[in-house]
């Protein structure tokens, strides 16, 4: 049972080039999120999805896209990297919206020049 | 808009002291969820408070949710260097009983054996 997978672990990239973060979840999970965490301000929601085809921005969704075509997966895109971008991001997913445990990937750790 | 503050940003103690980090919303939250990260790794899911006035304990964790629902605070009794590590509280905020997860921005815990 590998829970919450996430790809790559680690990535650099030039300013204004593009990439997918990918997200893939075994537990049959309805809800995944994509944070962002940044020294001194804790995880930050960027989108979530209630479901296949259902997508919401959360607290900072600016130069992010994401789409839910599967249960399994959701995959996050940045659409022209910015140094302001990079951060570590955790994909997280649960059974329904707060008022069940949140499970985290490994993380990955974006670093943008 | 809605926001759950926590406190210390940082608490450094020696082994075997107690520690308390304390968590704030600025709204009634229907529960709250504790995390913990290691150092390079992931947030994981520790406990769920739903009741008004709730305390529930984990060995030498203990954690509590306010009377109003509004605050919260998780204790540790006689720390050890294995609980290291960033200490997040959680509420579901977003105008529904159970929208968007919004984490405070972390409590690190440094242990000095």
């Known amino acids: 049972n590998a829970g919450v997978t996430q790809t790559p672990k680690f990535q650099v990239l030039k300013t204004g080039q593009s990439m997918t973060l990918q997200c893939a979840q075994d537990m049959n999970h309805e809800y995944m999120s994509w944070y962002r965490q940044d020294p001194g301000m804790g995880l930050r929601l960027i989108h979530y999805?209630?479901?296949?085809?259902?997508?919401d921005q959360g607290e900072v969704p600016n130069g992010y896209n994401v789409s839910r075509s599967t249960t399994e997966d959701f995959p996050l895109r940045l659409l022209s990297a910015a140094p302001s971008q990079t951060s570590v991001y955790f994909c997280a997913s649960s059974y329904s919206i707060g008022d069940q445990p949140q499970h985290f990937g490994d993380g990955t750790r974006l670093s943008i020049l | 808009g809605q926001q759950v503050m926590q406190i210390p940003q940082y608490q450094h103690v020696q082994e075997g002291e107690d520690f308390t980090t304390y968590c704030n919303s600025s709204t009634t939250l229907s529960n709250i969820q504790w995390y913990k990260q290691r150092p390079g790794g992931h947030p994981v899911f520790l406990i769920q408070?739903?009741?008004?006035?709730e305390v529930k304990k984990q060995k030498r964790l203990t954690f509590q949710f306010g009377e109003a629902k509004k605050n919260s605070s998780l204790h540790i009794t006689a720390t050890q260097t294995t609980d290291v590590g960033t200490y997040f509280c959680?509420?579901?905020?977003?105008?529904?009983?159970?929208?968007?997860?919004?984490f405070g921005q972390g409590t690190i815990l440094t242990v000095h054996p």
């Open positions: 959680a509420g579901p905020t977003g105008g529904t009983s159970y929208g968007k997860l919004t």
């Open positions: 408070l739903v009741k008004s006035g």
């Open positions: 999805s209630v479901g296949a085809g259902i997508t």
